[in-house]
């Protein structure tokens, strides 16, 4: 199950998810007050949110998955794994903060975008937004192609606004440390947005998570550095499916009952329900 960032639509998953739907069922929402979801009366909490998420696998018959989650999806992400463990097969947080005092802050040239995003027209923000999410070394055209994306499905202000009240009332750094699922960190060495500090606090609080920085990539990692990306996503998710399968042999070995034995799942395109 893939969760986009503040704003953003699911239709901004276009270069992950064909890299992972051949071994990979994928549901990719719009979280409330973004894409094609309903723009209800805010603020939407972060928890509102991640519930929200269960409600889209609860709609496609889905009990658990693996949950993928970047900026702000991260952090639905996060708070998913804590009120839904029993849902969450693996958890990939990409270029996220687990909020509070200890969160590393965007640098201020940054902040002060985010602040006076309301004021600007949709168009003016995403360029003006392009020197903090992408490295500089990524081609003009792969930005082009994700801003064509993104123009048909720009946040209302309202529903952009609502989704920053969450992010900002939101913490998750004290209850880190009770997240069970295989987690791996993944952040782009280069991002202003969400300062990679950010990921070294959070995967040293998950237990056993795995942390990987990617050179040459900022706040939108998946397209600054997307075959490098994939392959350690793709790694990932192998190696976890490769340790269930031990873990059941182990089981068969010792004649102890299987556990859950349910199709590991990304999703399949939904709604949030709002």
């Known amino acids: 199950m893939f969760i986009m960032g503040l704003g953003y639509p699911s239709a901004m998953w276009h270069r992950t998810r064909p890299a992972l739907a051949a071994r990979y069922r994928t549901i990719a929402l719009d979280n409330r007050g973004a894409g094609r979801s309903d723009t209800p009366p805010g603020p939407y909490s ?7 998420a269960a409600a889209v696998l609860d709609a496609a018959g889905i009990e658990s998955a693996h949950v993928f989650g970047v ?10 794994a804590l009120q839904y463990p029993q849902r969450v097969l693996s958890l990939i947080l990409g270029c996220t903060a ?31 937004a392009v020197p903090f999410i992408y490295d500089q070394s990524t081609p003009r055209e792969w ?10 499905w720009f946040p209302s202000p309202e ?8 992010i900002l009332a939101w913490e998750a750094y004290s209850r880190l440390a009770q997240i069970v699922a295989p987690t791996m960190v993944i952040h782009g060495e280069s991002d202003r947005l969400v300062p990679p500090g950010n990921a070294n606090l959070i995967a040293e609080r998950i237990p ?3 942390l990987v920085m990617i050179p040459r990539a900022s706040h939108l990692f998946l397209t600054d550095q997307p075959e490098a990306a994939h392959r350690a996503i793709l790694d990932f998710l192998a190696a976890q499916s490769a340790a269930t399968t031990a873990g059941k042999d182990r089981e068969r ?17 939904e709604k949030a329900s709002c």
């Not at 909020?99 to 003006?128: C, F, N, W």
């Not at 930005?143 to 993104?150: G, P, Q, Y």
């Open 143 to 152: 930005i082009e192609e994700d801003l064509a994306i993104r123009r048909p």
């Open 71 to 80: 900026s702000m999806g991260g952090m639905i992400a996060q708070e998913f």
């Open 98 to 128: 687990a909020g509070g005092p200890t969160a590393v802050r965007a640098d201020a040239e940054a902040t002060r975008l985010l602040m006076r995003r309301d004021k600007m027209s949709s168009e003016d923000a995403a360029e003006a």
């Open 159 to 166: 529903g952009y606004a609502a989704q920053l009240q969450g």
């Open 208 to 210: 056993g998570a795995k």
């Open 46 to 52: 972060i928890r509102l949110m991640a519930s929200d």
């Open 253 to 269: 070995a010792e004649g102890q009952p299987l556990g859950d034995s349910s199709s590991q799942n990304f999703g399949e395109e």
